[in-house]
């Protein structure tokens, strides 16, 4: 018979009284709300506003959908740099890189170097959201859930 043992999880990490685990999760946690917040500012800046509802709108979706969009990657990427409600904010953010895997990503293939962008990358964006899900908020989150 085999007896699966679990591993410490808890094992000190780099930082003192953080464990590897936590570091793990406010690494992965901050680097995915900065990368959110350069999503938000290549909508304002580069595109522009218009630029984003006029794209939104040829792809069939309803022009105000850009801004909620926009709105829910800034507020979502805020929270996931500050750690509030992470677990939450990553769930939340799911819903729009399906969105964008179902258009415009996914008539271009997999591999995100295709012409459109496939959907390689918003998968694994998606996927990484879920993972963080899952792992909480890590350390230095403002708001951390012990749970």
Do not use: C
Not at 13 to 18: E, Q, R, T, Y
Not at 39 to 50: N, R, S
Not at 97 to 103: C, F, N, P, R, V
């Amino acid at each position: 018979m085999t007896t699966i043992s679990s591993t410490d999880t808890t094992r000190p990490g780099p930082l003192a009284g953080v464990s590897s685990a936590d570091l793990a999760a406010t690494i992965l946690r901050v680097s995915t709300g900065v990368l959110f917040l350069a999503h938000v500012w290549l909508k304002l800046a580069i595109y522009t506003p218009a630029g984003t509802v006029g794209f939104f709108e040829s792809l069939g979706f309803p022009g105000f959908l850009a801004y909620l969009v926009i709105a829910a990657e800034f507020i979502g990427g805020v929270a996931l740099i500050a750690g509030v409600w992470t677990r939450w904010a990553s769930l939340a953010l799911v819903p729009i890189l399906l969105g964008s895997i179902y258009a415009p990503h996914g008539a271009a293939g997999f591999y995100f170097d295709s012409q459109g962008g496939g959907w390689e990358f918003p998968a694994f964006w998606a996927i990484v959201l879920v993972a963080q899900a899952l792992l909480g908020d890590g350390a230095f989150a403002l708001k951390r859930n012990r749970a």
